[in-house]
């Protein structure tokens, strides 16, 4: 059974930074592009990061460019995501998401809760 | 970037309605690359059809998805009362892009 695991979400102040965790089972996650998609308060759904199978490729969008680093361990089948210089606007549920081949997400995590406020 | 607009954003239906919620593209968009998702309350998104047409696993054939170019829809043909959920189109145009409509919620009357 595919799952997807995500922690490390709480309550940051402005300009503060956070390291969030996606431990994912019952695939190869090595095989796998993934992303980071979080849905804002308004339920908007945006992608944040973008790492490749081997973790050599890396994009983000502006919104988030130069603040947010995805990362991935393959050998703890695991995704990570570090976020700095936090502002109110990245408050959101922060989703992992397997990309499949035909550029579906086919399986997400239970999402983790960013909330920046002072 | 490929800008997707849902509507309608909210729509109400009675038990065995049938509902159409359309998702518009400010560019064409490959029908290979079309997709829609459900997502219930407190729930993650779950994939729903993939590839504008084709249902997801587990997917009830009341849920038919069509479309091409800029214009893509979803169709459920008699509203059950698990359909009751937000309903979001994606696209995707090339690493890393990808983009989500807004959504439709289905609410049931």
């Known amino acids: 059974e595919v799952k997807l695991v995500e922690s490390g979400g709480g309550l940051v102040q402005p300009g503060g930074s956070l390291k969030l965790s996606c431990a994912t089972s019952?695939?190869?996650?090595?095989?796998?592009?993934m992303y980071w998609v979080r849905q804002t308060p308004e339920k908007r759904l945006e992608w944040v990061a973008y790492?490749?199978?081997?973790?050599?490729?890396?994009y983000y969008p502006d919104t988030v460019k130069g603040r947010f680093t995805i990362s991935r361990d393959n050998a703890k089948n695991t995704l990570y995501l570090q976020m700095s210089r936090l502002k109110s606007e990245d408050t959101a549920m922060y989703y992992c998401a397997r990309l499949q081949s035909t550029m579906i997400f086919d399986y997400w995590g239970q999402g983790t809760t960013l909330t920046v406020s002072s | 970037e490929n800008v997707l607009t849902q509507s309608p954003a909210i729509m109400a239906a009675s038990l065995g309605q049938k509902v159409t919620m359309t998702c518009s593209a400010s560019?064409?968009?490959?029908?290979?690359?079309l997709h829609w998702y459900q997502q219930k309350s407190g729930a993650s998104p779950k994939p729903l059809i993939h590839?504008?047409?084709n249902l997801a696993s587990g997917v009830p054939a009341r849920f038919s998805g069509s479309g091409s170019g800029t214009s893509y829809s979803l169709t459920i043909s008699s509203v059950e009362a698990e359909d009751d959920a937000t309903y979001y189109c994606?696209?995707?145009?090339?690493?890393?892009?990808?983009?989500f409509g807004a959504g439709t919620k289905l609410e049931l009357k």
């Open positions: 019952g695939f190869t996650f090595s095989d796998y592009y």
């Open positions: 560019s064409s968009v490959s029908s290979s690359y």
């Open positions: 590839r504008t047409s």
């Open positions: 994606q696209q995707w145009s090339g690493y890393p892009f990808i983009t």
């Open positions: 790492i490749s199978n081997g973790g050599g490729s890396t």
